[in-house]
């Protein structure tokens, strides 16, 4: 068969196969009498083999020692194409996700492309003070885009960029919400933690409600968290969650300053303090827990929590009398 003819069946140009030939990768097995290069059926099979082996990555040199070296292993050249694939998905991959952040904010010119270039690069610095830089820059000098915020926040470790990065998202309105409820779900327990703390700063009712469904999550870290920054929006729904953390000590003061402020609101204050009252008489409950529990009924304004400070007033536990005695002279002189 004449090159002409191997071509057009194997789909391997011409050019390409006398340059296989040049290597010696195939060689045709005779000559026309007019002096046409002509491969038999095998010469065919090797060329059909040589192009499987391209499609595996493999450089030419590569494959003409597959092909006849007879000692020749295939594993380790598997193994390190597996890797260099792997390397080049993943840099691949990076610059998809470069090139996305950069059309999501939309630059007006090459200009815009730069600038958010070189933020994106400076979000990923190994400099603490680079990172946070660019944070704080984020809003006022350049749209930065808001995946590569939550993604910054959801991995930083230095506390003051993390401080910096939280808020610039609240900055940013609600668009970075989606992504940082998938935090939430994140397998790793710090990732949750940031996350949560990212939407504890963000002032719009998508996060608000984002908080709420926090409660009900498995982790502790997220739910008290969720509890602190719901108590200063006012929300109703984080006050046993931080009543728990009154009695397991946990944040204990940011928890019954959270049920002051809730407290504040009429609707609210017998609730609260109804809750406390129930939780004192709860058979169980460590006396270092009934004493917090007693203190924070200290801002909880209304008749019902003074006749429980009255009625403690008279409690076995010699702290809890005298810590209940002390708040009711305080709400008697005022």
């Given at each position: 068969m004449?090159?002409?003819?191997v071509?057009r069946?194997?789909?391997v140009?011409a050019r390409?196969?006398?340059?296989?030939?040049?290597?010696?990768?195939v060689?045709p097995?005779?000559r026309?009498?007019?002096?046409y290069?002509?491969y038999?059926s095998?010469d065919?099979?090797?060329?059909?083999?040589?192009?499987?082996?391209r499609s595996?990555?493999?450089?030419?040199?590569?494959?003409g020692?597959?092909?006849?070296?007879?000692?020749?292993t295939p594993?380790?050249?598997?193994?390190?194409?597996?890797?260099?694939?792997?390397e080049?998905?993943?840099?691949?991959t990076e610059?998809?996700?470069?090139?996305?952040?950069i059309?999501a904010?939309?630059?007006?010119?090459?200009?815009?492309?730069?600038?958010?270039?070189a933020?994106?690069?400076?979000?990923?610095s190994?400099s603490?003070?680079k990172?946070?830089r660019?944070?704080?820059?984020?809003v006022?000098?350049?749209?930065a885009?808001?995946e590569?915020?939550?993604?910054a926040?959801l991995s930083?470790t230095?506390?003051?960029?993390?401080?910096?990065?939280?808020?610039a998202?609240?900055r940013?309105?609600?668009?970075?919400?989606?992504?940082?409820?998938?935090?939430?779900?994140?397998?790793?327990?710090?990732?949750r933690?940031?996350?949560?703390?990212s939407?504890a700063?963000i002032?719009?009712g998508?996060?608000?409600?984002?908080?709420?469904h926090?409660?009900?999550s498995?982790?502790?870290v997220?739910r008290?968290c969720?509890?602190l920054a719901?108590?200063?929006?006012?929300?109703?729904?984080a006050?046993?969650t931080?009543?728990?953390?009154i009695?397991e000590?946990?944040?204990?003061?940011d928890?019954?300053?959270?049920?002051s402020?809730?407290?504040?609101?009429?609707?609210?204050?017998?609730?609260?303090?109804?809750r406390?009252?129930?939780?004192?008489?709860?058979?169980?409950?460590?006396a270092?827990a009934?004493?917090r529990?007693?203190?924070?009924?200290?801002d909880?304004?209304?008749?019902?929590?003074s006749?429980?400070?009255?009625?403690?007033?008279d409690?076995?536990?010699?702290?809890?009398?005298?810590?209940a005695t002390y708040?009711l002279?305080?709400?008697?002189?005022?």
């Amino acid at each position: 068969m004449l090159i002409g003819d191997v071509a057009r069946r194997s789909g391997v140009s011409a050019r390409m196969l006398r340059h296989y030939e040049s290597l010696g990768l195939v060689r045709p097995t005779g000559r026309s009498e007019a002096g046409y290069r002509e491969y038999s059926s095998e010469d065919i099979q090797r060329i059909f083999h040589i192009e499987s082996l391209r499609s595996l990555g493999l450089s030419l040199r590569e494959v003409g020692r597959a092909l006849d070296d007879p000692g020749f292993t295939p594993s380790e050249l598997v193994d390190d194409l597996i890797r260099q694939t792997r390397e080049r998905i993943a840099a691949e991959t990076e610059l998809l996700t470069r090139l996305r952040r950069i059309g999501a904010a939309e630059p007006a010119g090459w200009e815009d492309v730069l600038r958010i270039v070189a933020l994106l690069q400076a979000l990923g610095s190994e400099s603490a003070g680079k990172r946070q830089r660019a944070a704080l820059s984020s809003v006022e000098e350049v749209s930065a885009p808001v995946e590569a915020l939550v993604e910054a926040a959801l991995s930083e470790t230095d506390p003051n960029v993390a401080g910096a990065l939280r808020w610039a998202l609240a900055r940013s309105g609600d668009s970075g919400v989606p992504l940082l409820a998938e935090g939430l779900d994140s397998p790793v327990a710090e990732v949750r933690k940031r996350a949560v703390q990212s939407i504890a700063e963000i002032p719009s009712g998508a996060a608000t409600a984002l908080l709420q469904h926090a409660l009900t999550s498995s982790d502790v870290v997220v739910r008290r968290c969720a509890a602190l920054a719901l108590g200063a929006r006012g929300a109703a729904d984080a006050v046993p969650t931080l009543i728990d953390m009154i009695v397991e000590g946990t944040n204990d003061v940011d928890a019954a300053d959270a049920l002051s402020a809730l407290a504040s609101d009429p609707a609210l204050t017998d609730q609260i303090a109804t809750r406390l009252v129930g939780r004192l008489a709860q058979s169980g409950i460590e006396a270092s827990a009934r004493r917090r529990l007693t203190q924070a009924l200290a801002d909880i304004p209304g008749i019902t929590t003074s006749r429980a400070l009255a009625d403690l007033a008279d409690d076995e536990d010699r702290a809890v009398a005298l810590t209940a005695t002390y708040l009711l002279k305080l709400r008697n002189a005022q």
